[in-house]
C-alpha cells in the first residue's frame, strides 16, 4: 500500500502518504487506553501468589530424591542453582553450549565460585575432577570451585579434589542428607 502511495506522489502530491500517516498515528494514540489500576494490582497480586506458590511446591519436591532424578541437565542445573541461592549467593547462569566447563558462576560479598553440574546416575570419576582443576587454571578470580553431582564421587574422584582444593557436593548427601545411591 505504501508503495502505490509513493508511486503516486507525482500524479497526487503528497496528499495521500501525508494522510495515511495522520489516519495511522490517529489510531496508535487512540487504542492506547491506560489499564485500570484497580485491575493492574490484581493482577499483580495474582502474579504473585502463583509465584509464591510455585517456589513453595519446587522446595516440597526438592526434598526427594525421586523429583530430582527426573530432571534433565539443564534443570538439574537451575535447582542446585536454587540451593545456592537459599544460601546466599547470587547466580549467573553460563551459556547451555560452550559454557567454558563452568555452569554456574555464584558471587556473595565480592567473592566469585564456578560451579561444574555432573547430573550422573552413578559416582563421578576423576575424569570430572580433572576438567575443573584445568577450568579452575582460567578463573583466577574464583575463590571456590564445586562439583556438584546427584549422588555420589568415586573414591579416587574425593581424594584428587582434596589434594586440588575441590569442592564436592553432592545433593543426595550433602542436601538431602541420606545415603541412597542409585
Known sequence: ????????????????????????????????TPGSPTLIRLVMEAKSRLRHSLESKMLQSMS???????????EFEHAVATIYQEQGFSIEFTPQTNDQGVDLILRRNNEVSIVQ????????????????????????????????????????AQTFAT????????????????????
Open 1 to 32: 500500500m505504501s508503495l502505490i502511495l509513493l508511486f503516486g506522489v507525482g500524479d497526487w502530491g503528497w496528499w495521500p502518504v501525508v494522510a495515511a500517516v495522520s489516519l495511522g498515528l490517529i489510531i496508535i494514540f487512540d487504542t492506547k
Open 117 to 156: 553440574c555432573k547430573r550422573y546416575a552413578g559416582s563421578v570419576g576423576v575424569a570430572a575432577i580433572r576438567e575443573l582443576v584445568g577450568v579452575r587454571a582460567s578463573w583466577p578470580e574464583a575463590k571456590d570451585a564445586i562439583l556438584a553431582t546427584l549422588y555420589d564421587f568415586s573414591s579416587g
Open 64 to 74: 526427594d530424591i525421586s523429583w530430582w532424578s527426573k530432571l534433565s541437565g539443564i
Open 163 to 182: 589434594k586440588h582444593n575441590i569442592t564436592l557436593f553432592s545433593v543426595a548427601k550433602d542436601y538431602l542428607k541420606t545415603n541412597f545411591r542409585a
